[in-house]
Nanobody, 120 residues
Framework: HVQLVESGGGSVQAGGSLRLSCKAS????????MGWFRQAPGKEREGVAS???????IYAESVKGRFTISKDNTKGTLSLQMDNLKPEDTATYYC???????????????WGQGTQVTVS
C-alpha cells in the first residue's frame, strides 16, 4: 500500500534554507504525480510544487525561484529544497501523490503525516 514519510522540517530564520525529504513506498514514483503541499493553521491548503510522471514541474507562484522539487525514482525519494525562506512559508508540509498533477492534485490521492517548517 502507498506509504509516504516526510523528514527534514525545522525552525530557521528568514533567508535561511531547509531541505525536506520524502520516502515513498508501495508504488513506482515514475508512474505517478508527486508533490508537496502545505497548510498553515486557519489557511487553505496550498500546492507548493509538483512533478508529473513525465517530469513536468509546476511551482506555486509564491515559491517560484526559491524552492526546487526533485525526485529519484530509483531510490523512491522526493525532495524539496527551500531557499530564501520567508515567515509566510511557515506551515506543515506534506508529501503527496496522485494519479496525475491536474488541478487540485493535493486534495486527492495520498499524503504523509507532514513535517513542520517554522520561519521567524
Amino acid at each position: 500500500h502507498v506509504q509516504l514519510v516526510e523528514s527534514g522540517g525545522g525552525s530557521v530564520q528568514a533567508g535561511g534554507s531547509l531541505r525536506l525529504s520524502c520516502k515513498a513506498s508501495g508504488f513506482p514514483l515514475s508512474s505517478r504525480c508527486m508533490g508537496w503541499f502545505r497548510q498553515a493553521p486557519g489557511k487553505e491548503r496550498e500546492g507548493v510544487a509538483s512533478i508529473e510522471s513525465d517530469d513536468t514541474i509546476i511551482y506555486a507562484e509564491s515559491v517560484k525561484g526559491r524552492f526546487t522539487i526533485s525526485k529519484d525514482n530509483t531510490k523512491g525519494t522526493l525532495s524539496l529544497q527551500m531557499d530564501n525562506l520567508k515567515p509566510e512559508d511557515t506551515a506543515t508540509y506534506y508529501c503527496a501523490t496522485d494519479r496525475s498533477c491536474r488541478s487540485g492534485w493535493y486534495r486527492r490521492g495520498s499524503w504523509g503525516q507532514g513535517t513542520q517548517v517554522t520561519v521567524s
